[in-house]
Antibody, heavy 118, light 106 residues
Framework: QVQLVQSEAEMKKPGASVKISCKTSGYTFTSYSIHWLRQAPGHSLEWIGFFNAANGYTKYSEKLQDRVTLTIDTSATTAYMELSSLTSKDTAIYYC???????????WGQGTLVTISS | EIVLTQSPATLSVSPGETATLSCRTSQIYRSLAWYQQKPGQSPRLLIY???TRATGVPVRFSGSGSGTEFTLTITGLQSEDFAIYYCQQYNNWPWTFGQGTKVEIK
């Protein structure tokens, strides 16, 4: 079955960077894109961007495009999201998610809590 | 960026009753999905293309609408259905979500 398993929670200081991993299994990694989203405490979901594992195309939200980098390791079937210049406003649970064949976000990782605190 | 407005913010419903959730937005044709999120869990896709149930979703969940107004209906609410529900558009970048409707036990 399709599984997305994310890395453990992180605590960072303001100005630092964080890199989260999303290990996938149960499907052909290069057949689907991986999307990244986040959810601040008590808030709705915010889409960050996606990496198309088939062709390497990436798209980012304009709000975060200057600070976020999405990459993949095809041999490890793992996707990564790195966010730099962290502030307290970046404190959130970060999710990776995979679309279905016709559906938007069908499979989700368990989430990674990133806490920014001095 | 496309804004999605969900109403009501909170819906108090008794088990067995029907819950009707609304999502309004600008023109997105039928590129709308609904997700369920329970505390401490990742969102779960319920509905996509406005009215298609995702795999394994019970038939008591139904979606309708097109264009700018969409509805999620939960018929015969069960205890496990009390959660927060989000609508999401995927017609335009960036993909955006509504602020959520919390369905609570009356």
């Amino acid at each position: 079955q399709v599984q997305l398993v994310q890395s453990e929670a992180e605590m960072k200081k303001p100005g630092a960077s964080v890199k989260i991993s999303c290990k996938t299994s149960g499907y052909t990694f290069t057949s689907y894109s991986i999307h990244w989203l986040r959810q601040a405490p008590g808030h709705s979901l915010e889409w960050i961007g996606f990496f198309n594992a088939a062709n390497g195309y990436t798209k980012y939200s304009e709000k975060l495009q200057d600070r976020v980098t999405l990459t993949i390791d095809t041999s490890a079937t793992t996707a990564y999201m790195e966010l730099s210049s962290l502030t307290s406003k970046d404190t959130a649970i970060y999710y990776c998610a995979r679309p279905g064949t016709y559906s938007p976000l069908d499979y989700w990782g368990q989430g990674t809590l990133v806490t920014i605190s001095s | 960026e496309i804004v999605l407005t969900q109403s009501p913010a909170t819906l108090s419903v008794s088990p067995g009753e029907t819950a009707t959730l609304s999502c309004r937005t600008s023109q997105i044709y039928r590129s709308l999905a609904w997700y369920q999120q329970k505390p401490g869990q990742s969102p779960r896709l319920l509905i996509y293309s406005a009215s298609t149930r995702a795999t394994g979703v019970p038939v008591r969940f139904s979606g309708s609408g097109s264009g700018t107004e969409f509805t999620l209906t939960i018929t015969g609410l069960q205890s496990e259905d009390f959660a927060i529900y989000y609508c999401q558009q995927y017609n335009n970048w960036p993909w955006t979500f509504g602020q959520g409707t919390k369905v609570e036990i009356k």
